[in-house]
């Protein structure tokens, strides 16, 4: 018999001095890992929502050592995965060959780092599972592993950096405008790791160890998966985090938006010129201060004073609309008063209670509540479902203090030190589980933020206010193809960026042209940005309160009728490719296949193919490449082994497995099918 191991219910269960760990099968090929120096485990499941089997082979055996000495380890097996751990508490896990994927990092006085058990004697200068206690049941915790200097490593969601490749790379766990912490990745050794735990904290892929570290948590929590190749690990993933909805057709097409419609007539007129012109637009977006005060969630009717007209009106078109909702809710607000007197908002622990600054002083509503979800989407139900209002862009999402200290908030399910980076996915869930309950299957929210699971309630993340400029839109292509690789296949940027681009600068022409280009298969086709020059008065209301104002017009027209003719190409060949598109969003809620994708994916024995970081893969069967320099009309592009490749600029028919160079004039972005498939004649219309 172990004095530490122990089998309950078909999981290991390890207790040693203060730890208790628990090992046991979480879906297909994949093992869940708890451990706690509390007396018991939460309750909390985070991002590992879905119904999978629990099944696990689980014993304990006793094997000679490389030193002719003898250790006990416990084993759990689950399909193609298998963890070891030594009495001592080492973990390593193994796929079906016996390679090892990933091993916890101790540094012991004289032991190195090899898998056998330590001796309690032993001066254990690093061990992999650390607890500093912070009070009460919380504690700083630091996991670690070792690390393997060949490995590549992709997900962990957005950031705004030029690796896609993460190895090397030290990432803030925070959820801030632009980055969107989603602790999920894919390693090219096979496996994949997602980190179920959405406290503050930091994640280094470095060359020595992998390191973990949460400022405040109760416990450690992560699963692992094994897979032969990067859409099985996906597959798996999303099957135990869930999965996208079946996107609805509309969405798939062309989104018109800017800084701000600033009323109802301007809105309508936009949409009736593209009407007017044969140019297809699916969506046209009300974005911010639509509304009377932050936290009424309604319309101003002085400047939108028919909503069920104006939707009316824009079906007519075949034209759907989208508002922003932010969760702030305004001091002065209509419902702060019983929103507070309900604890419906986040707390502020000590200091004054001014979470956001935005025009007024205004709190968030605390939507890891489930009574705030519900009471909030009542009134969205009520002022805009109702009024014929399609789907909702959910702003704001991390949400976005003033203060960033989380030691100050506390929200429904604990400090905010502890779960805040999952405040996005329960924003999503708002409106999701309302949409549902009203009979609708065809949810999609836009939202400036996300976190692991994310997905399975229509989250359509987009990159936040990211600048205009070529590095800004090459970091924008990185972002979204780790956000794909960290199971959020519904991914959009602002085309063009959102600060600084001027309308009537040729060279910004050129940014939004190249932009356009990439955004035709991108998951989503959005046009917006606050574009200058910003020189239109703001609306004065009846009561005499100056309104936000707007910034330039931002519709394809605004650009000149050179840069109109190529923004026009892009969106008939979104249109065209639409039924590959389909298919692609169809693989997404089946699963969990990334729209975008790295070229690596399709192509996991190429080895070259996992080093292709300027290029990417729409689907299985077109390899697109962005021209991400200004004044560049020609770039070499990498073509992957294993399938003849088409250039649907010259037509041309290239063998896989080299590199060859690309025209790229103003108006063609290098896009290459693979041999045979239909999408082919969708491009060449």
Known sequence: MSRVFTIQNGSLIYKRKYETLKIEGWGENALRVRATENRAFTKEDWALTESVPHEADVHIETRETANGGRETVA???????RAEMTESGRIRFLNDKGEVLLKEHYLAMGFGNDFGDIPDWINLHKIARNYRSVGGDNYKITVSFNADENEKIFGMGQYQQSNLNLKGCIL?????????????????????????????GKAAFGNNHTEWQFESTKQIDYWITAGDTPADIERQYSACTGRAPMMPDYAM????????????????????????????????????????????????????????????????????????????????SENMGEMTERDMLIRVNRGMNRQMECVNISQFADMTNPETREFVFG???????????????????????????????????????????????????????????????????LIRCAWAGSQKYGALAWSGDVQSNFETFKRQVVAGLNMGMAGIPWWNADIGGFFMGDIRDEKFHELLMRWF????????????????????????????????????????????????????????LRYRIKPYTKRLMQEAHDNGAPVMRPVFYNFPADKKAWDVNDAYMYG??????????????????????????????????????????????????????????????????
């Open 253 to 332: 097409g062309f989104w018109q938006c800017k800084l701000r419609y600033q009323t109802q007539e301007e809105l309508l007129e936009v949409a009736r010129k593209y009407h007017a012109l044969g140019i297809p637009v699916d969506i046209i977006v009300a974005d911010f201060f639509h509304w009377t005060k932050m936290g009424e969630w309604k319309f101003d009717p002085q400047f939108w004073p028919d909503p069920e007209g104006m939707c009316k009106e824009l079906s007519e078109m075949g034209i759907k609309l989208v508002v922003s909702v932010w969760p702030t809710v305004d001091m002065q």
């Open 620 to 685: 299985p069967d077109v390899l697109v490449a962005p021209i991400f320099e200004a004044g560049v009309t020609k770039r070499n592009v990498y073509l992957p082994e294993g399938a003849n490749w088409i250039d649907m600029q010259s037509q041309k028919t290239c063998a896989g497995g080299q590199t060859v160079c690309a025209d790229a004039p103003m108006d063609v972005i290098p896009v290459f099918v693979r041999e045979g498939a239909d999408v082919e004649m969708m491009i060449r219309g």
């Open 379 to 445: 009134i969205l139900k009520k002022n805009y479902l109702d009024k014929g209002v399609s789907q909702f862009w959910l702003d704001v999402a991390e949400p976005e203090f003033d203060t960033p200290d989380h030691d100050i908030y506390r929200y429904y399910k604990g400090q905010a030190l502890e779960v805040a980076n999952a405040y996005p996915a329960d924003y999503a869930k708002m409106i999701y589980d309302g949409m549902r309950a009203l009979g609708r299957d065809d949810v999609v929210s």
């Open 75 to 81: 084993i759990v097996e689950n399909g193609k995965i």
């Open 172 to 200: 803030e766990l925070r959820q801030i405008n632009t980055q969107a912490s989603v602790p999920f990745y894919v390693s090219n050794k096979g496996y994949g790791f997602l980190m179920n735990n959405p406290a503050i």
């Open 517 to 572: 280009a990439f955004a035709a298969f991108s998951p989503v086709m959005r046009l917006h940005g606050d574009r200058n020059p910003h020189d239109k008065p703001a609306l004065v209301s009846s009561s005499g309160k100056e309104c936000c104002a707007s910034g330039a017009d931002n519709e394809v027209w605004s650009y000149g009728e050179k840069v109109e003719k190529v923004l026009r190409k892009y969106i008939d």
